[in-house]
């Protein structure tokens, strides 16, 4: 995507990722690959293709979009919060696995980008991502190995250890390495993770944390740059009994990073990181850790950074999200819903009961079915308001809209839009999403976003 404009942009002196990378993809060629492009437009490339202002009505059902103006909004958002509170933001790029976006996030100001396991950070190394925090431990050794051979000056991976055996897989696999080759594999960077009662991964208590960033002290091949962790329920809430719970775990998430830093068990002159996931609690974390930020210079000068993870602010969306976020819940210009659903209506078998020619294949449904927003005879066509319908169940390739023929009328043929819940899994149903100015005032397509799951 590179249609944000220029003076809106945070220029960087060298980019963090391979600009020439980014460009490459307007140039692959649109084919039967890519089911959300007509096959009208074959044999174009993605850059033909939006040269020429096609409109959403040009396209076809089912569709995934993206909304430009929405996500332009919620990236100033984040960036403004940011700025303010003083934090850094690692987006996790599992959200879209598309470098286009990860290329205007860190246009953006972000430090680097997250992501979850080998597969993912090779495609970022392929797009010249420039750092990556994996909040993960590494444990196959091809991984381990290929982190080591790529870190360098243009790539660095910052990965997580939980426990005393991914201490030893790590150094015991970097030690064969070194055993079996000419030359000392690069020193790995890690963060100790803490886990708690928020029943993940992580080390369940402040004792296992001081053990492992022990060992990894004692390591000769790894190198320890700060603690994580993710501080979210398991329930995904909001209310007070859940950020209380976040706020818990926050204290001693903090309280363990002064124990390390005190018992010296960080790499001497390495700048350090607190990490969480931040997603329904910005404000707690910021308010809560930053005061490790203030306490740099007790820690030998070096800088500590508080780094959030959220990854889902970029495309929002209409249920799940929009519910947690805490721009919404205090409405401090909330973030936006920047994808939505299109499907057309194929059968109506019986009154109040339509059939809609996208499912599980094309829509996310973990964290919620669509919700039904707009109707209209046409995809880019005037659309109303659709009320008192609901999507009740979803198939692999059709969604069931229930509603009420006394109020509402549906027809074979009318196109339905579909807000979405949860980011995460919409994506990775579709290879190339269009980009649109603005789901409603301006329906140009202005790019195509190339995905990689």
């Known amino acids: 995507m590179d249609d944000l404009a220029q003076s809106e942009r945070t220029t960087l002196a060298s980019p963090a990722y391979a600009v020439d990378m980014i460009a490459n993809l307007g140039r692959v060629t649109l084919d039967w690959r890519h089911k959300a492009i007509p096959a009208t437009f074959h044999g174009q490339s993605a850059a033909e293709f939006t040269s020429r202002d096609v409109e959403l009505s040009q396209l076809q059902t089912p569709l995934l979009t993206l909304d430009l103006t929405a996500m332009t909004h919620n990236l100033k958002q984040i960036s403004a919060w940011g700025s303010a509170r003083g934090v850094l933001l690692s987006p996790h790029g599992t959200t879209t696995m598309a470098p286009q976006l990860w290329a205007e996030q860190l246009e953006r100001g972000a430090w680097g980008i ?28 091809r991984a381990i190995a290929w982190v080591s051979s790529v870190t360098g000056d243009d790539f660095e991976v910052v990965s997580w250890v939980d426990s005393l055996q991914s201490v030893e897989l790590l150094e015991t696999t970097l030690a064969q390495l070194a055993a079996s080759t000419e030359s000392m594999p690069t020193p790995l960077r890690v963060m100790v993770e803490l886990g708690g009662s928020v029943g993940r991964t992580g080390a369940r208590s402040i004792n296992e944390v001081l053990d492992i960033s022990r060992a990894v002290a004692a390591s000769t091949h790894l190198i320890l740059v700060g603690i994580g962790g993710y501080e979210g329920t398991p329930e995904h809430g909001a209310d007070e009994a859940a950020l209380q719970t976040v706020r818990d775990y926050l204290v001693q998430m903090f309280k363990a990073h002064k124990l390390i830093l005190a018992s010296g068990h960080y790499t001497a002159g390495e700048n350090l990181i607190l990490s969480t996931g931040g997603r329904a609690s910005f404000e707690d974390v910021a308010s809560m850790l930053s005061p490790a930020i203030d306490a740099g210079t007790g820690a030998g000068g070096r800088r500590i950074d508080v780094l959030i993870r959220s990854g889902d602010y970029l495309v929002h969306d209409d249920r799940f999200h929009r519910g947690i976020s805490h721009f919404a819940r205090q409405r401090i210009a909330p973030f936006r819903a920047a994808m939505h659903g299109w499907a057309r209506v194929v059968s109506q078998p019986e009154a109040g009961l339509a059939l809609l020619d996208g499912g599980k294949r094309d829509f996310p449904f973990d964290e919620g079915l669509p919700e039904p927003e707009m109707i209209g005879p046409d995809l880019g066509s005037e659309m109303t308001e659709l009320v008192g319908a609901s999507i009740v169940t979803q198939y692999d390739q059709h969604s069931f809209l229930r509603f009420d023929p006394a109020t509402t009328t549906v027809k074979v043929g009318d196109v339905i839009r579909l807000g979405l819940s949860h980011p995460c899994t919409a994506f990775d149903k579709w290879s190339l999403i269009p980009v649109l100015e603005d789901a409603v005032e301006d329906q140009r397509v202005v790019s195509l976003v190339h995905t990689f799951f």
Do not use: E, K
């Open 114 to 141: 997250t992501l979850a396991n080998y597969a993912q950070m090779r495609v970022a190394h392929a797009h010249g991502i420039a750092r990556v925090l994996l909040p993960n431990t590494l444990s196959d050794p």
